[in-house]
């Protein structure tokens, strides 16, 4: 168990491949995991080729792991118990933790690990932190993928909805609807919304946006989304708008169709700077609420999501399009999401 | 239209028949109804049998009405319109609406009008104060049924798991699963509950809790709540509880049953005192919430909740048990919900 | 009583003069009231001079007030009452109240009336709609110069602090201190801040800054405003800004300096747009929350505001830095305002 | 370093006195303290004559440390150091911490150590869980009176308006005015309360509840506190009280006399069980809150009040009623706080 293979960063924003790294050591409260079943994310495809994660890091933070090892302060678990893993997992023990975001820990988005601060789950090992406080148990009478999407896609999605402090029967707008923002629109459904309406341009995840609760669905290709909803709202501004993708002129759209109240969540990494234009927000003094948040991880957190896939309010299988089996697999995997054909909502690939 | 008949009270917690009044004068916000479609409610029943509600007093709050008459400053609704009705009727133009709770204008519960400051809904004809506050109209594609019970069964149901504070992946208990518990679970699953634990004793309206969205029932009858709900989770408190019927002794282990940082909503009038033991509540510095309240009513309210309904989050429909056809069957309908037999759920009379 | 002077618009903004306009006719729930003692606002200003107010139209909304004539449906005033005005008077009997923001009734704004919708306080008479919602009486232990600052310079300040929503011991900023921004340092030391940091370039307001509860303050000409915080704060981020004036580059500043989970709250009109860029907000998934509004208005509010001014909490008085006599001198204090001399931070002209 | 003595029970429920014990074994996160300065607790008093804490326990929960001796993992203290402790010092690493309740890990009050789980201060040594995330360096500019204050009575008495949710101009009523009651009083006062009505008989503590921001004082001796306070208020219900002491009587006025959505906050301990009457509660639908709750601890909560401190916002040294200098005067504090004379406030301990 010295050295491992792993998916991963070959030229920094050029190159992906398979690199060899050491076994990580373990710190007394963490656990070294081998993958059961791993989803590539448009965020690996980002790290590896926009935002210029370094050389040999191997990538990937959505995963159900085995645990092989633990550290000797590790309570809760032990070798051979299959585990979700989140893809925030946070070193718990600062004091951070107190003011209450763990996102957040130290610094912005201090509290992501995997792939970010050291090698992701695309190894034939990895570790996670503070595993009693990071990790659930993977209940019986769930899916393996179910259990691999809920640390990324479902309390990504999920986080939306909160964000947007939804009330019962709010309209809602739910733009992007990739798995997250799919899984936007069906943790709306269970907030309390009303009306929903998703913006995307593929058939397929339009279709599977109405199934996880979508009222309606318009397209970025016949207009401007907000004449879009305008006219479906009878020129009515919405509750809520979360972003779960789009583009920060989406952005803009989206603070214009806000009622004075309302919230705008931004739950995807935006690239691009963002106008705030004094006409659009009523000299900012109209209480529009911009928000946006890196998702929470955690067990609790985890077994909160888990609870609700048990007892039948959502179920995440539908995201998986793709289905690969076998470690050498990840590769392919993490290729089709970076071309990113019209049919790929999300790959899995079950070791 | 100077006078009309009314199914009420004759002499106060005793004896319930047919009444003549004077058909009401109206004020300038005010409108004058005819009843469309009514339900008697439990309330009705306590009204007339217990709290002592005065002779002649018209019975009824649950309804859908057809507008037969409007005060001159109506600005929104006009003859002809078919609206849905609320419980709790306020006149808006008090400042202590200001405070946020017009449940309880001048005085607790002072925003009751129908059949608690003046005749109800089983009349010829029943007066809404401030009426482009109060009503909405019944949009084409709801029921007459799920209008009618828009206005009490839903809105305090649903007040439950807004009282409670519900998380994603709660835990809650419905104790009570009459028509508004039922709606307390349906709304519970559609504000994040996981797990639903509903409490009831008639197989009728437990297999009604399933459909609406619980994941267990259990009797009354099975031992005391709190031993029962243990033994489901294992011994680990709940999130919250729902008191949407039962007695205060059950609100007695509600408060015992419930995690610290957890809540206690009360929606359902109790009559009897309620010991909190000092030994069951650590010394009441367990951060654990106790509240309960009267059911929001108001035009946003109505209009919000016929949003869930035509969006497909709930169906209210499926609480009607009983079906009459006829202003004279009003009596009947009472009666059933009076005699209270074991399939009743909701009557609801075609006017 | 068929005419009255007032000081209003000549030249949509470009002259400024006296206007003679009929008296108002008083709706039913209106009072006609007579100014006792008025305050020249900024906004009077920029009214006048920027945003383009109609000719014809007289200024005014910081006032106290003398009935002189109330609707037939008044219930609670009367001829001869002295009021405090808020300068947010909407008309209460509207549906968007029930969503909670009064400010914003029927449109961004929309609750605004007094030289916006109609002629404002700085006539002879002036109409107050939905008087009984609206205005205060003023008691006998309060200063005049208190009760006309109340209902703008006091509720807009202190709205920086609640939609900051300060904790125990929060670090907060404050960005402007004018009159609103010093009742913002105010409001903030009585809402629960340590540490508050008020940014201005006059030493006189400075000085107030300090006797209202400033910790330390820094002036724009000292440099970047971001940098001169981030010195005293040993480059840690704050809990939140207030801006109470300044301009959206300061806005932009106060973004980056805000803790993740920390909130940006705006309460002057900005008239600029507003660059927020990716890189200072991390992708804007940090959980910083951008907000803003309109201070509240409404009996109650004004009631409370009195509450604290009475029970020694705050004392708007030191914000008085003229005083005038005489309604002529209504134009020599909006030309002080307009002017703005070092000295100048709020004149009153008393009646 | 093996032995030590300190002042604990002897006999539990009957007699207290100096025991000898081995100096606690350290933690990997722990640290062994010794006392700088200390207060005896009334809940030290009633841990050793009512509650029945086990024989041999070293009792004490309030002080000022000096670090002696780190565990391995301890980060950010060392030895030297002169920190303020809290009297809530859970173990943090516990998933139950992400539930947001440190008070309550794994079982009610499960987050109190000293003297509860293990030994107090009064000691030679104590040990302190957690340590990084438990304490906080004391900072030049605040006194070492406050130092040992800032853990129990400013946040226990600053929990109480956190409880009772205060807004701007709120009428508060705190029920009890020891030491916890005067900080819920002073809390009370920069969280935003308009008028405080502080509650209890001693001359003394009444004059010392005006000075730190009460309106009036009433005395339980002057009739039923309900009837007091309602001719206070011309029979307006008041927004909130704050149960700092009182008993359980207490707690069903205070039910009573609080208005519809406001909130009873409990933080003191209650013995006695409590009659909830559905006649003063409107059958439990009036929207009326009851809550209570442990004080938070933990390290950042304490930079958190030390801010208040330093910028002025509250003077705890006031409390200071006696002054003892050595360490066995610990037994002196102790009686003193037991016997209870009027004059006494607050002991302390310098060592």
Excluded at 37 to 49: K, M
Excluded at 114 to 134: A, C, T
Excluded at 220 to 243: A, C, F, H, R
Aim: hydrophobic fraction near 40%; aromatic fraction near 6%.
């Amino acid at each position: 168990m010295s050295t491992m293979r792993g998916f991963g960063i070959i030229v920094p924003n050029k190159e992906t491949g398979w690199v060899t790294k050491d076994v990580p050591d373990l710190g007394l409260f963490d656990a070294l995991l081998s993958p059961v079943a791993v989803c590539p994310c448009t965020s690996d495809v980002a790290g590896a080729r926009v935002r210029g994660v370094g050389a040999r890091r191997i990538l990937g933070h959505e995963a159900v792991g085995r645990i092989e090892a633990v550290g000797s302060m590790v309570k809760d678990f032990k070798v051979g118990d299959v585990v979700a893993v989140p893809a925030v997992t946070p070193q718990w023990f600062h004091p951070d933790v107190q003011d209450g975001l763990h996102q957040h820990i130290s610094k912005p988005l201090g509290g992501r690990f995997l792939s970010s601060q050291w090698d992701g789950v695309f190894g034939e090992y990895f570790k996670v932190p503070d595993v009693d406080m990071n990790v659930a148990l993977v209940p019986d009478d769930i899916s393996m993928a179910s259990a691999a999407l809920v640390g990324d896609m479902v309390t990504t999605g999920f986080h939306g909805p909160e964000l947007a402090d939804i009330k019962f029967g709010d309209t809602v707008v739910v733009i992007g609807i990739g798995p997250v923002g799919l899984m936007s629109v069906a943790g709306a459904a269970i907030r309390g919304a009303g009306r929903i309406i998703a913006v995307g341009n593929r058939p397929h995840t339009r279709e599977l946006a109405m199934e996880y609760g979508a009222s309606v669905t318009i397209s970025y290709k016949d207009g401007p989304i907000y004449d879009q909803v305008m006219e479906l709202t009878g020129n009515k501004p919405v509750d809520s708008v979360i972003l779960a993708g789009g583009t920060t002129d989406n952005m803009a759209e989206a603070y214009r169709m806000t009622k004075c109240g309302g919230t705008i969540a931004n739950i995807a990494g935006q690239n691009k700077d963002f106008l705030l234009k004094a006409s659009e927000s009523t000299s900012f003094v109209a209480h529009k609420n911009l928000t946006g948040g890196l998702c929470p991880g955690g067990r609790r957190r985890l077994e909160r999501l888990i609870e609700l896939i048990r007892y039948g309010r959502v179920d995440p299988d539908k995201l998986i399009s793709h289905t690969f089996h076998g470690f050498d697999k990840i590769e392919d995997a993490f290729n089709l999401m970076a071309d990113n054909p019209a049919d790929v909502v999300k790959p899995i690939v079950y070791i």
